[in-house]
């Protein structure tokens, strides 16, 4: 391990270097992140999952970042060029473009004006101009370099500075400066290019545009880049050319009086314009995107994580509604458990339907209701959505109904009803069905269904399709990794989709479990698993504690403690004279409240942090983080624009968090924005400080656009 590296890393945590070293030795030891973070906070000092990753990630880049630094150092040694001072330079390198500038000197160039000026023997020319004579003329010297290629002083001098160009080009600590400056006081400026491409004005903002790079947001960055990549603007990044020049002509020029100090400026200017700007300019885009990308995937990933661990809508019956124009809308009705039970389409939404065609519709939905005692319609958001609303709440009403309905997101339920995944769940059921099923499913227990999508599949983010894939994917898989295992799995129920989250579970650990399944029915414990070798032992360690199995008699088995803590529950479950039979009971919980976790830890031999995982789960042996959210909103009516006034006071469900504001589901066609200004009195950095997607919150009509038909909200009670 590089102590370098570890002491750069717990100084950005500001965590104790042996946390970092203990946390990297047990991931080199195979250990996931999940794992660690749940069953050895007593050596990581009780980090957290981002903690763990941040670790990793910076580790990895570090690791990275030295090892180019030993190759560019090898090849410029090869060289014979290196110096112990350069050595030094490179070594102090903090950034990897810092290494690749220094290292650009020695590079093996590509055909350029520079290496072709070189080639026909000019080089020598370029050193005594760079060296600022003030005796003689530069017409006497280029006699010198005049041949069958060279047939003039106008060419040598121009060849000359070509060479001196690429020189003040090669220059790091020009680089540098210019990189430096163009963050600081750089302008980004945006032009409108084609107007025809961009008929709907969805880049109006940008057509005409100029911020400081220093301050430019993130979410403007991605836009303005989908812009320019669609053609219909232009973008730079101003600075101020004369100053930056000025700036290295001072640095280069070494007697402002010699006859060549004109054509070394001459060559400063030709190198900043065709060689360093262009250059620095897409570092410093480059970086911004990196950065912009950084925080849209973070934001996604919060987004994300809200949405998978929205509280399930347990032991209730739920007609799926999968609206739809043209094609109608897929009905689909499932039991408490998610199982499949009956479908079928209706079309109430025709153009010139007819009143007796619509009430038919209503029949149908009706039957289906009370033949199967559904509690919740779950209307999935898409199209006609906000038809389907209005017809639910009319029927509710109409016939007196007990039921109510919900909008569920659907986003990537296309996606999965078309997948492997949901032919081998509905091998006979069509695709619209299957949709619908998952709209329904998505209800009762988010988090199992929603893992069937690919995470960048779930709406829940801007610009996902603007970012890097790779990073993308990597991100929302850690966060869908994280919220599985912050849950648990039951292992007899969960789909390989579920399984493959599950901490240090592979593609042959769920073939085994599932075939398991199919031969001997359920698994009844989670020594079952270990005895007929279900699991690897690396992987048993790893996943046990994750996997719940409601049908073992052991009743440890359903709780989140690790089997290797078994010992320590019994141990202490005895001092405080009761049995396993106790767990979760009000008698238990009153004696665990009353006790000194430090003294029983140290009586019964183990760390403070696993002693107070094993109460807690003592205490709510099926403890679901998701419970101590809040429900979605139920509803029995529809809200309509006409229906509001500045001023009202509504509640909503937040539907997406995004750098600008957060759009809130008040019961529109369309979700209301509150702008970031309108979330808090307080500053806040990001809307995501306060926010997350699936809150319920109270919000207020601060203005209304009929034509629109938009509304901006405020958190902000008007009254205070």
């Given at each position: 391990?590089?102590?370098?590296?570890?002491?750069?890393?717990?100084?950005?945590?500001?965590?104790?270097?042996?946390?970092?070293?203990?946390?990297?030795?047990?991931?080199?030891?195979?250990?996931?992140?999940?794992?660690?973070?749940?069953?050895?906070?007593?050596?990581?000092?009780?980090?957290?999952?981002?903690?763990?990753?941040?670790?990793?990630?910076?580790?990895?880049?570090?690791?990275?970042?030295?090892?180019?630094?030993?190759?560019?150092?090898?090849?410029?040694?090869?060289?014979?060029?290196?110096?112990?001072?350069?050595?030094?330079?490179?070594?102090?390198?903090?950034?990897?473009?810092?290494?690749?500038?220094?290292y650009?000197?020695?590079?093996?160039?590509?055909?350029?004006k520079?290496?072709?000026?070189?080639?026909?023997?000019?080089?020598?020319?370029?050193?005594?101009?760079?060296?600022?004579?003030?005796?003689?003329?530069?017409?006497?010297?280029?006699?010198?370099?005049?041949?069958d290629?060279?047939?003039?002083?106008?060419?040598?001098?121009?060849?000359?500075?070509?060479?001196?160009?690429?020189?003040?080009?090669?220059?790091?600590?020009?680089?540098?400066?210019?990189?430096?400056?163009?963050?600081?006081?750089?302008?980004?400026?945006?032009?409108?290019?084609?107007?025809?491409?961009?008929?709907n004005?969805?880049y109006?903002?940008?057509?005409?545009?100029?911020?400081?790079?220093?301050?430019?947001?993130?979410?403007?960055?991605?836009?303005?880049?989908?812009?320019?990549?669609?053609?219909?603007?232009?973008?730079?990044?101003?600075?101020?050319?004369?100053?930056?020049?000025?700036?290295?002509?001072?640095?280069?020029?070494?007697?402002?009086?010699?006859?060549?100090?004109?054509?070394?400026?001459?060559?400063?200017?030709?190198?900043?314009?065709?060689?360093?700007?262009?250059?620095?300019?897409?570092?410093?885009?480059?970086?911004?995107?990196?950065?912009?990308?950084?925080?849209?995937?973070?934001?996604?990933?919060?987004?994300?994580?809200?949405?998978?661990?929205?509280?399930p809508?347990?032991?209730?019956?739920?007609?799926?509604?999968?609206p739809?124009?043209?094609?109608?809308?897929?009905?689909?009705?499932?039991?408490?458990?998610g199982?499949?039970?009956?479908?079928?389409?209706?079309?109430?939404?025709?153009?010139?339907?007819?009143?007796?065609?619509?009430?038919?519709?209503?029949?149908?939905?009706?039957?289906?209701?009370?033949?199967y005692?559904?509690?919740i319609i779950?209307?999935?958001n898409?199209?006609?959505?906000?038809?389907?609303?209005?017809?639910?709440?009319?029927?509710?009403?109409?016939?007196?109904?007990?039921?109510?309905?919900?909008i569920?997101?659907?986003?990537?339920?296309?996606?999965?009803?078309?997948?492997?995944?949901?032919?081998?769940?509905?091998?006979?059921?069509?695709?619209?069905?299957?949709?619908?099923?998952?709209?329904?499913?998505?209800?009762?227990?988010?988090?199992?269904?929603?893992?069937?999508?690919?995470?960048s599949?779930?709406?829940?983010?801007?610009?996902?399709?603007?970012?890097?894939?790779?990073?993308?994917?990597?991100?929302?898989?850690?966060?869908?990794?994280?919220?599985?295992?912050?849950?648990?799995?039951?292992?007899?129920?969960?789909?390989?989709?579920?399984?493959?989250y599950?901490?240090?579970?592979?593609?042959?650990?769920?073939?085994?479990?599932?075939?398991?399944?199919?031969?001997?029915?359920?698994?009844?414990?989670?020594?079952?698993?270990?005895?007929?070798?279900?699991?690897?032992?690396?992987?048993?360690?790893?996943?046990?504690g994750?996997?719940?199995?409601?049908?073992?008699?052991?009743?440890?088995?359903?709780?989140?403690?690790?089997?290797?803590?078994?010992?320590?529950?019994?141990?202490?479950?005895?001092?405080?004279?009761?049995?396993?039979?106790d767990?979760?009971?009000?008698?238990?919980?009153?004696?665990?409240?009353?006790?000194?976790?430090?003294?029983?830890?140290?009586?019964?031999?183990?760390?403070?942090?696993?002693?107070?995982?094993?109460?807690?789960?003592?205490?709510?042996?099926n403890r679901?983080?998701?419970?101590?959210?809040?429900?979605p909103?139920?509803k029995?009516?529809?809200?309509?624009?006409?229906d509001?006034?500045?001023?009202?006071?509504?509640?909503?469900t937040?539907?997406?968090?995004v750098?600008?504001g957060?759009?809130?589901?008040?019961?529109?066609?369309?979700?209301?924005?509150?702008?970031?200004?309108?979330?808090?009195k307080?500053?806040?950095k990001?809307?995501?400080?306060?926010?997350?997607?699936?809150?319920?919150?109270?919000?207020?009509?601060?203005?209304?656009?009929?034509?629109?038909?938009k509304?901006?909200?405020?958190?902000?009670?008007?009254?205070?």
């Amino acid at each position: 391990m590089n102590d370098k590296i570890i002491n750069q890393i717990s100084d950005e945590l500001n965590i104790k270097k042996e946390q970092v070293k203990v946390t990297l030795k047990m991931l080199e030891d195979k250990n996931t992140i999940p794992f660690i973070a749940r069953y050895r906070k007593d050596k990581t000092g009780n980090l957290n999952e981002e903690q763990i990753k941040y670790i990793a990630d910076a580790y990895l880049y570090q690791e990275n970042l030295f090892k180019r630094k030993e190759d560019v150092i090898r090849l410029i040694e090869e060289k014979g060029l290196l110096t112990s001072e350069l050595k030094e330079k490179i070594l102090a390198c903090e950034k990897l473009v810092e290494v690749e500038d220094l290292y650009r000197p020695y590079k093996e160039k590509k055909k350029t004006k520079a290496t072709e000026a070189i080639k026909n023997g000019l080089e020598p020319l370029a050193k005594i101009i760079m060296s600022c004579p003030l005796n003689g003329d530069l017409n006497s010297i280029c006699n010198k370099f005049i041949n069958d290629v060279i047939k003039d002083t106008n060419i040598a001098i121009e060849g000359a500075k070509y060479i001196i160009a690429e020189w003040v080009s090669d220059n790091a600590y020009y680089r540098k400066y210019v990189r430096n400056n163009m963050y600081k006081y750089g302008i980004l400026e945006t032009k409108l290019k084609k107007q025809e491409k961009d008929l709907n004005k969805v880049y109006e903002m940008y057509y005409n545009f100029n911020e400081p790079v220093s301050k430019i947001k993130p979410h403007r960055i991605l836009a303005i880049n989908r812009a320019e990549k669609e053609d219909v603007i232009s973008v730079k990044v101003n600075v101020d050319n004369d100053k930056i020049i000025e700036f290295i002509s001072d640095k280069t020029i070494k007697n402002k009086d010699s006859f060549c100090a004109s054509y070394i400026k001459d060559a400063i200017l030709d190198s900043f314009k065709r060689l360093i700007y262009p250059s620095v300019q897409r570092e410093v885009r480059s970086e911004l995107t990196s950065k912009a990308e950084e925080v849209a995937i973070n934001n996604f990933g919060k987004n994300l994580e809200a949405l998978l661990l929205t509280p399930p809508m347990k032991e209730k019956i739920v007609l799926a509604f999968d609206p739809g124009y043209v094609n109608g809308c897929k009905l689909a009705v499932i039991d408490k458990t998610g199982k499949y039970l009956d479908s079928t389409v209706i079309k109430p939404f025709l153009k010139d339907i007819k009143e007796e065609q619509l009430n038919k519709c209503k029949l149908v939905v009706l039957d289906l209701i009370k033949k199967y005692n559904v509690d919740i319609i779950a209307i999935g958001n898409g199209t006609a959505s906000r038809e389907s609303e209005r017809f639910c709440a009319d029927l509710i009403k109409e016939y007196n109904l007990l039921c109510k309905y919900v909008i569920v997101s659907e986003a990537g339920a296309s996606i999965y009803s078309a997948s492997k995944i949901a032919i081998e769940e509905f091998p006979k059921l069509e695709v619209e069905k299957r949709s619908a099923i998952s709209i329904g499913r998505r209800l009762q227990d988010p988090l199992s269904e929603l893992v069937k999508v690919p995470p960048s599949g779930i709406g829940v983010g801007l610009y996902q399709h603007d970012v890097s894939s790779k990073k993308l994917s990597e991100s929302l898989d850690f966060v869908v990794s994280k919220a599985v295992n912050s849950v648990g799995v039951n292992v007899n129920t969960a789909s390989p989709s579920l399984l493959k989250y599950v901490s240090g579970i592979t593609k042959t650990n769920i073939d085994k479990i599932i075939n398991y399944r199919k031969i001997h029915g359920k698994i009844k414990s989670r020594d079952e698993i270990k005895k007929n070798k279900i699991l690897t032992d690396k992987a048993y360690e790893q996943s046990i504690g994750f996997l719940r199995i409601p049908e073992s008699d052991n009743i440890l088995d359903i709780t989140s403690i690790h089997p290797e803590s078994y010992d320590i529950t019994l141990k202490l479950l005895k001092q405080l004279n009761f049995e396993l039979k106790d767990i979760g009971t009000d008698a238990l919980i009153k004696r665990l409240d009353n006790i000194d976790i430090k003294t029983y830890a140290s009586m019964l031999n183990t760390d403070y942090y696993t002693l107070e995982d094993v109460i807690k789960s003592l205490k709510k042996p099926n403890r679901d983080p998701r419970d101590e959210l809040p429900q979605p909103i139920l509803k029995s009516d529809v809200l309509n624009i006409e229906d509001l006034k500045v001023g009202m006071k509504l509640q909503g469900t937040v539907r997406n968090v995004v750098d600008f504001g957060a759009f809130i589901d008040i019961g529109l066609h369309d979700d209301g924005l509150v702008h970031i200004s309108k979330i808090s009195k307080e500053y806040i950095k990001h809307p995501s400080d306060i926010l997350s997607v699936g809150d319920i919150v109270d919000c207020y009509v601060l203005e209304i656009y009929k034509d629109k038909k938009k509304v901006a909200l405020s958190l902000i009670d008007p009254a205070l």
